[in-house]
């Protein structure tokens, strides 16, 4: 069903960025451009796949108000006109960025962590994971040995102060897990 619903979007999407594509190669006002769909057309046929999806697309849109008939007499495919909400449809469709990924990550130096990682109340074991890898990072630096003892207090000394304690339960003993 929700496969269904995501189609018929981009079935309306595909409709009206053609649409207003043709109106602004004509160079029309947006509603004097006229629309006389044939069901047969080959460049139709090959976007929708058949004329009765064709015919559904044109039908929705017309009752969303993104097309309009023309006049009285007109039906189906034919005397349809873009009213200026699918024109702004069609717009937002074409100026559309790409999705970024949703997927949380946190990233430190060289980290990444890419999963469900939540920081907050008993999420502990968690903040320990993160900091443990930040830890072997630094390790595995070209850094002298007195720069990581250096930065590894430095961590120790954040970890230690009273609002880490606070702010995550066990604070003071994630500090002494890690250093």
Known sequence: MEEARKLKEQNIDKLLVLLNDEIEESGKPI???????????????????????????????????YL???????????????TEEGQCRAISVINQKEPEPSAPSISIGQITNNGPSQIGNNNVQTITNILTQLMNQVDQTDATEDEKK????????????PLINTLVSAGAGI???LL
């Open 31 to 65: 509603g004097c451009a006229e629309f006389n769909l044939d069901e047969n057309d080959n460049e139709l046929l090959s976007i929708f796949g058949d004329s009765d999806t064709l015919r559904k697309t044109v039908y929705t849109c017309v009752t969303r108000g």
């Open 68 to 82: 309009k008939y023309l006049f009285l007499g007109a039906h189906d495919l034919t005397g349809l006109v873009m």
């Open 150 to 161: 250096d930065f590894k207090s430095k961590v120790n000394a954040v970890l230690s102060h």
């Open 175 to 177: 500090a002494g897990a």
